[in-house]
Nanobody
């Protein structure tokens, strides 16, 4: 049973930075891909950053250039460095993992592709 536990959320002012972490356990091998999703009340959970086991990354347009995803395969951990935070970045942030490659030509941000999810960590950005 894969377990994902997020940490690092909190309250920050507009323009500030936060670093989220996700500790993974229960793998027999490292996951194929890990990603960060976020969700606000009444909205769909959206993928914002994904990294595969080779270090290839994809970012949603809304966060590209401000957020950086990284992973440590040896430690089974995932991180998200968030800079220049905006009020619209306020959300619950979730860590997710997928145990196999993505279908050829597919988006990496489809939540149905991910096998395991954490409980989330709240990020609040205020002016």
């Amino acid at each position: 049973q894969v377990r994902l536990v997020e940490s690092g959320g909190g309250s920050v002012q507009v323009g500030g930075s936060l670093r989220l972490s996700c500790a993974a356990s229960g793998y027999s091998d490292s996951s194929y891909a890990m990603g960060w999703f976020r969700q606000t009340p009444g909205k769909e959970r959206e993928g914002i950053a994904v990294i595969d086991k080779d270090g290839n990354t994809k970012y949603a347009y809304a966060v590209k250039g401000r957020f950086t995803i990284s992973r440590d395969n040896a430690q089974n951990s995932l991180h998200l460095r968030m800079n220049n935070l905006k009020s619209e970045d306020s959300a619950m942030y979730y860590c997710a993992s997928r145990d196999r490659s993505f279908p050829l030509g597919s988006t990496w941000f489809y939540r149905g592709f991910y096998n395991s999810w954490g409980q989330g960590t709240q990020v609040t950005v205020s002016s």
